[in-house]
């Protein structure tokens, strides 16, 4: 009988309460005051109430801090065992919403059931994750540098990318991308290979402008001259900018901003949240907001270093960099620093389906830093 380390047999016999005295309650406590500054905001959006938006992200946020505590207790090696059933389920309701999905703003995104409104390709942005981690777990370094090994994994990432594009979903399908990407670089993918995608990608792009639509093309126009038509595709933008401006340093003061309350700026309780804070907080609750995802960037990488399987360590990576991309594109698009394509800001932003997904990631960043000594062999469960 081979006989394991201590540590390591002690975190295989962990009690649910060992588990959950293991969680990294200061990350906890990090997240909730990311979630607290998004109702606090919602309430502002809302005129100074708590109706229509603020109480129910606090409603959400609290089931899901609940859903990440079970996320971060469940053996590890149980996630590693299904990450390709998520990631299966995940692409058939893809597809479900391509024949039967509800159409809102124009896009055809979510699934109705009942009163519940899902949104898949928010789920697969973790589910991709879930599968890329336990695919890369198994292979060789060795076998990376074979490019038959990467069929499997390119055809992961770019078969929901491109059911998510069809909704159509930009933004969306670019974070699939970029996750997936990041995954591939930290399994020793090596950057000769992102070369050759990239050249193949921007020679694609005069195809690839045939299949978006009228909308997109006009939002990637006005991106580049958003004045070109400033009441309608060059709107948005042109008022985010205005409201960015007239924060200055300190801001206008909570409740307080003109472009939001006076409603010049459109989207201000989803996309263009965080342009309200800038607003109403200026220069410095800006930068504070991204020192508090800067913060929980630095504890994903720091549990990711920590894990002692490959599993643990591309999952809270991938996880990682996904929310990296969410606060990246949101800041970047609300600033005219990249074109308009409705990314939220993560735990900010209202939205169920976000909201929940974020919470999850961090459940599987939990989840990593608890098992952190457990050993998983190349084969899924395997000790």
């Known amino acids: 009988m081979r006989i394991l380390p201590r540590q390591a047999v002690y975190q295989t016999e962990m009690t649910l309460r060992q588990r ?19 109702v606090a905001m919602l309430y502002s959006a809302g005129g100074g109430s708590m109706e229509p938006w603020a109480s129910r992200q606090l409603v959400r946020f609290v089931f899901g801090l ?16 299904y990450a390709y059933v998520i990631y299966g389920l995940s692409l058939i309701l893809l597809v479900v919403v391509e024949l039967f999905g509800s159409i809102g703003m124009g896009a055809q995104r979510w699934i109705r059931f009942g009163a519940l409104q899902v949104q898949p390709s928010e789920v697969m942005k973790i589910a991709l994750a879930l599968a890329l981690a336990r695919y890369f777990h198994r292979v060789n370094i060795e076998d990376i540098g074979r490019p038959l090994y990467l069929l499997a994994p390119i055809l992961m990432v770019f078969a929901p990318a491109a059911l998510v594009l069809k909704q159509p979903d930009l933004g969306t399908a670019v974070m699939l991308l970029g996750g997936g990407a990041a995954i591939f670089f930290l399994a020793g993918v090596r950057l000769w290979k992102f070369g050759v995608v990239t050249v193949l990608g921007l020679a694609a792009i005069p195809i690839g402008w045939n299949f978006l639509h009228e909308y997109q093309r006009q939002r990637i126009l006005t991106f580049i001259d958003p004045e070109s038509d400033p009441l309608g595709a060059g709107y948005h933008i042109l008022q985010s900018q205005i409201a960015f401006g007239s924060g200055s340093v300190f801001g206008k003061g909570y409740l307080q901003g003109t472009q939001s309350h006076l409603n010049f700026l459109p989207e201000r309780h989803t996309d263009f949240i965080f342009t309200m804070l800038a607003e109403e907080f200026g220069l410095v609750g800006g930068l504070l907001v991204i020192l508090l995802f800067a913060l929980l960037m630095v504890y994903g990488l ?5 894990s002692r399987n490959h599993f643990g360590r591309l999952l809270a990576m991938g996880v990682t ?6 606060v990246f594109i949101n800041a970047a698009m609300v600033m005219g620093l990249v074109p ?17 997904t974020v919470l999850a990631g961090c459940g599987f960043l939990m989840n990593v830093y608890v098992h952190r000594d457990v050993r998983i062999g190349r084969h899924a469960g395997e000790s």
Do not use: C, E
């Not at 720091?302 to 920590?306: F, G, M, P, T, Y």
């Not at 308009?340 to 929940?356: D, Q």
């Open 20 to 38: 959950l005295w293991q969680i990294n309650w200061s990350l906890v406590f990090l997240i909730t005051v990311i979630g607290g500054v998004g």
């Open 321 to 326: 960099a996904t929310i990296l991309l969410y």
């Open 340 to 356: 308009v394509v409705g990314v939220p800001l993560p735990l900010i932003s209202y939205g169920g389906t976000a909201m929940l």
């Open 66 to 81: 609940f859903a990440m505590f079970v996320i971060a207790v469940v053996d590890i090696r149980v996630w590693l065992r």
């Open 302 to 306: 720091a549990v990711s270093v920590r």
